[in-house]
């Protein structure tokens, strides 16, 4: 959930390259259903907007939740790891076993989103501890194995950088095959947020993001254009509260420090919230417009380092020798989000 401009302003926003819009096309994302569950590996920097993630897909039974690992991002990854065991326990689900990844990108600095998300990642919460650890095999070899073991291909969802992915892809290359999709959040067509060219999670790692986009993987990328249209607001917040329930506390708890905070930055009466945007995706068919395009990264250290550059133009593709490389998302019913989110919520304990 990070700081954004009023985008209800805006009316129904949509992706904003200058030039050539991209044209709907049909979602190449599978979504599970309560009889065929996807199963599903959420691969997280829990995280304010990460927590809410996790929460939806908890309740979801469209989603078989194999397991969340961390990556250092919004926080240093050991608190990630705490964060992504505490809230899987506060939201009944024990069951889904916890490894910690990548403590920092690939190459580089160590960036993260503390001024955000607070020192631990959740705002000035204190989630209830959870009697798990954190698998002691690590995020690459419990994703590995649990790719290899599924009977079924398996979906993930990376919600913060793309480093524990991109080691995945090297370390393993044969279960590529075996993953069915990568539905992301990070990056953006238009702006960023971290920079004016660039998304947290791909400026975080763009070497990794630059792997992860080259692999030939099946992926959807849910950027800015589209979270920033994925606003909670007060009455949101009071929604989740007044359900009641541990979950629904917490959930509450992460938007009022959410908005708290955006309202100070910017004024805004909202926020977004960015990564529960590729876990509804995976749930609900027509929920999100996604428009193919060529997505590259920049990997350069000038100002445009971890730009998503989105190329959708038919001509220029061919010119080149490219091919639409992912699914972006352009647009989302707002609405329908929030009321899945709270529905969501309201199964929780
Ligand atoms: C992304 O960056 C992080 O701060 C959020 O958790 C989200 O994954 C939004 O740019
Ligand atoms: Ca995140």
């Known amino acids: 959930m990070s700081a954004g401009f009023n985008a209800e302003d805006l009316g129904r926003a ?25 199963p599903l590996i959420i691969d997280s920097d829990p995280g304010l907007d990460d927590a809410l993630a ?8 469209e989603l078989r939740l194999l397991a969340v690992t961390t990556v250092g991002g919004n926080a240093d990854v050991a608190h990630c790891t705490e964060n992504a065991l505490r809230l899987l326990h506060a939201y009944g689900r024990d069951d889904v076993p916890v490894a910690e990844g990548a403590a ?38 419990l994703m590995a194995q649990l790719i290899s073991d599924s009977p079924e291909p398996v979906c993930i969802a990376p919600i913060g950088p793309l480093t524990n992915i991109a080691l995945l892809l090297r370390l393993y290359p044969r279960l590529a095959p ?41 992926i959807t990328m849910m950027g800015l254009d589209v979270t920033h249209q994925a606003l909670l607001d007060r009455r949101s917040a009071q929604q989740l509260r ?76 061919r010119r080149r020798g490219f091919e639409a490389n992912a699914d972006v998302g352009i647009l989302i019913d707002r609405d329908r989000f929030v009321r899945l989110l709270l529905y969501a919520y309201a199964r929780l304990p």
């Open 54 to 61: 996790i929460g939806l897909a908890c309740a979801s039974p």
């Open 178 to 218: 075996r993953v069915e999709h990568v539905c992301l959040m990070g990056g953006s067509i238009g702006e960023g947020n971290t920079t004016a060219a660039a998304e947290f999670n791909i400026l975080a790692d763009p070497e990794a993001a630059d792997v992860v986009f080259r692999s030939g993987l099946p």
């Open 242 to 317: 007044t359900l009641g329930t541990r979950s629904g506390a917490i959930a509450a708890e992460l938007t009022e420090f959410a908005l708290e905070r955006n309202l100070g930055w910017s004024g805004s009466t909202t926020s977004a919230v960015h990564d529960a945007v590729t876990i509804a995706h995976l749930l609900v068919p027509d929920l999100v417009t996604v428009a193919r395009y060529h997505v590259a990264v920049e990997t350069g250290h000038g100002p445009a380092r971890g730009r998503t550059v989105c190329d959708g133009l038919p001509n220029r593709l």
């Open 104 to 141: 920092g990108a690939l190459l580089g600095d160590v960036v993260r989103a503390t001024d955000v998300h607070g020192l631990s990642g959740v705002g000035n919460a204190q989630l209830p501890e959870a009697p798990n650890s954190p698998r002691p095999e690590g995020a690459i070899a």
């Open 14 to 38: 949509r992706a904003v390259p200058a030039f050539h819009p991209s044209p709907a096309s049909d979602r190449t994302a599978p979504f599970g259903t309560p009889e065929r569950p996807l």
